[in-house]
């Protein structure tokens, strides 16, 4: 069952104020030490718990806690990557080049079972130590707490890998949101149909890069809402589901008038796909992002043209963002429109940019209390 003692050479240990500390082996076979117990009896009474727990173990799930326990990291995170059926292109190959680049070199040979708290601080300490970027370390950190967590959860880890530990703290820049005016002077200098048509949607839509890549005129599903079902994706080039939603999912979004004219103007001039392509790439029947790129990287640099500092492609779609919230749209809607995972993320991103609401609540409510103070 175990065995309990003190790691004291008094003459008399049964009466010294030194705690009892017990061995015992758990349901992987492992042998684990406890301490701190102040009598004999809540020893013998924490043994008695573990036997009863390992008694009640099956032998096919002890046999599992052994396997993964043993388990070195990097055999681990493969087993892990496997078991996930849901994870998007993009995920998948940012969560390997996490682990190839920052886990694996650091953590690949250390068996499961021996992750602590003080492992994972010092894995922190060292990512600051060599200068990885705060986002980095975030994301980094963020990975390996859900695949301690995972293997916390089948019994591998027995006290939880995360208690107390500093959490590395990163808060994302502000979104730079360009003006009515920088984006016509943005659309001028490009001097594009296609590249004015992209920041159109992603402006006067909000649709993400990918998603205004896929513009379809199949998808105005009324005059002043656009359906969005689909993306071009940045690696592949492929039409894929859209981010957050399973195949065949899809949201909705306003279609303000002026952008249905361009779009409308646009297929006049140029036609789209049979299945309604409007965007048509050179060798494909919509362009990808580097098409995009070209624009916005090599050619507008090279005109006089006013760009905001900081500011990204991304850029057009805060400026949907921010449009909304001037006009007192609810964030709830924004959000959704913007297709978020939750509103958590929409208010991060942009509550810098919400109308100030203390100042009016003040004057609002000092209408009917000033005859109270007069």
Wanted: hydrophobic fraction near 35%.
């Amino acid at each position: 069952m175990g065995t309990f003692d003190k790691k004291c050479d008094c003459n008399q240990p049964t009466r010294c104020q030194h705690p009892y500390f017990i061995r015992y082996r758990d349901a992987g076979g492992r042998q684990r030490e406890e301490t701190g117990f102040r009598t004999q009896d809540a020893a013998k009474e924490r043994l008695l718990a573990l036997h009863a727990r390992r008694a009640n173990t099956p032998a096919s799930k002890a046999e599992l806690i052994r396997h993964y326990g043993q388990m070195r990291f990097e055999e681990f995170v493969g087993d892990y990557m496997e078991r996930q059926r849901r994870l998007s292109y993009g995920t998948t190959y940012e969560y390997e080049h996490l682990t190839r680049n920052h886990l694996i070199p650091e953590l690949g040979s250390r068996r499961v079972e021996t992750f602590t708290p003080m492992v994972v601080e010092n894995f922190l300490t060292t990512m600051e130590r060599l200068g990885t970027p705060d986002p980095t370390q975030f994301k980094v950190y963020v990975l390996l707490k859900t695949l301690l967590l995972d293997a916390h959860r089948k019994g591998a880890i027995d006290d939880h890998p995360l208690e107390g530990v500093d959490a590395p703290r990163y808060e994302a820049e502000r979104a730079v949101v360009p003006t009515k005016g920088q984006i016509v002077g943005i659309k001028t200098a490009a001097n594009n149909d296609r590249f004015s048509l992209f920041i159109d949607m992603m402006a006067g839509c909000g649709l993400r890069n990918g998603e205004a890549l896929a513009l379809n005129v199949n998808n105005i599903v009324a005059n002043d809402v656009y359906r969005v079902t689909e993306q071009v994706h940045y690696r592949t080039k492929k039409l894929e589901k859209l981010k957050h939603r399973k195949p065949g999912e899809f949201r909705e979004v306003p279609l303000p008038p002026s952008v249905r004219k361009e779009i409308e103007r646009f297929v006049e001039r140029h036609g789209a796909t049979e299945d309604g392509y409007v965007l048509q790439g050179t060798r494909g029947k919509h362009m990808n992002h580097g098409t995009i790129n070209n624009i916005w990287y090599r050619k507008l640099p090279g005109k006089n043209v006013d760009i905001p500092e900081g500011m990204t492609i991304y850029g057009h779609r805060h400026f949907f963002a921010a449009n909304c919230l001037s006009h007192n749209i609810p964030i709830t809607d924004v959000a959704e429109w913007m297709g978020h995972k939750n509103i958590e993320v929409t208010f991060r991103i942009y509550r810098h940019l919400m109308p100030a609401s203390i100042g009016r609540a003040a004057k609002l409510l000092d209408q009917d209390l000033h005859a109270l103070t007069a």
